[in-house]
């Protein structure tokens, strides 16, 4: 008989998985479903990056193992990129690791760094695959409420003294995922003061880095002083290279928290195919001019949805950064009940704010990562559902 260990039993359920399955289920049925509920990057990576992969791909040096952390090219790629993108100086040998994906450094973290029965500071809402390296270390967590009338960011002085003391590690992630908040210098400022008065260490999932509106570029937590006394950046290049299938990022910043990482990866990985590491690179060290066209074309599809909700009376207000929008939902519904009534009633699919987090109820999540003329559809078919009807005649 086989029986799956304890472990891979307390593992968290994938919430998603059930909108996922609903989705096709609707598709299946023939029906023409505007999927807003995913986070999956629309467009391709561009051409010289896909180019850089295939002229490296046919080098047979990039057949062989290549080193365990990485290969040298990658580490100096970012280290040279946070000196000319956010002027901070990263030791390309100690201060940076090689992630397949950054949700796998967000999972090794814990493991990493704390012992059994210890705590962490999560957001709430927040990213949930957070919750699977709580999992996997058995480690417990607090929540830090994320509430739209602070912009979306926590407030230290409100968390309890028993809190702060036992918070070993807190992960916080701006641009942010649901909410779309933006964080500001004064903010990471006062996360660095936070972490060294109550010891604890900081990883700043940057994984919206590149996104941010209205002119505004979102900050960098290592731009802050001191930060890399505390804590740590995780920068993915899924999301502003569209490179999410090619699963390559990196972790940069406090060299005993790069090297708690690199440790376990030493034990778990080989490091990542030389020639995607190669390509990245390349994506790193080249014209952003891409980065900048992705981020206008996010701007532009966010403008339309706010411009058409306002028009048909539904209140939502603009995302400051990321590709997601976080709108509250009407009365009487709950998250979930407005979600699973949107993918019935007008073939929209939606992620019910519930599932980040016990914050994110009164919400849902909608992705930018469909046309304008798609998101302008999805809105009029919301407008035919006639929920806001009152407020237009006002
Ligand atoms: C907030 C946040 N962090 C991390 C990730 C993981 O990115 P990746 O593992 O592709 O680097 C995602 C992906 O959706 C995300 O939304």
Known sequence: MIEFSKKLQQLPQQFFAALVNKVNEALVEGRDVINLGQGNPDQPTPAHIVEALQIAANDPQTHKYSPFRGIAELKQAAADFYKREYNVDIDPA???AVLGGTKIGLVELPLGLLNPGDYML?????????????ALADVKFDTMPLQ?????????EALSADIKQRAKLMYLNYPNNPTGGVATHEFFEQTVQFAKENNIAVAHDF????????????????????????????????????????????????????EAI?????????????????????????????????RALYERRRNVLVEEAHKIGWEITAPKGSFFAWLPVPAPYTSELFADYLLERADIAVAAGNGFGEYGEGYIRVGLLVGEERLREAIQRVA??????ETVLK
């Open 94 to 96: 100690t201060e940076v």
């Open 122 to 134: 999560l957001p709430d809402p927040g990213y949930p695959d957070y919750l699977s390296g709580v």
């Open 148 to 156: 739209e009338e602070n912009h979306f960011l926590p407030d230290y």
């Open 207 to 258: 994984a919206y880095g590149a996104i941010g509106f209205d002119g505004e570029r979102p900050p960098s937590f290592l731009q802050a002083p001191g930060a890399k006394e505390v804590g740590i950046e995780l920068y993915t290049l899924s999301k502003s290279y569209n490179m999410a299938g090619w699963r390559i990022g990196f972790a940069v910043g406090n060299a005993k928290m790069i």
């Open 262 to 294: 690199n440790i376990i990866q030493d034990h778990l990985f080989c490091s990542q195919f030389p020639a995607i590491q190669h390509a990245a690179a390349v994506a790193l060290n080249e014209e952003q001019a891409c980065v900048q066209e992705l």
């Open 384 to 389: 035919k559902l006639g929920l806001f009807a």
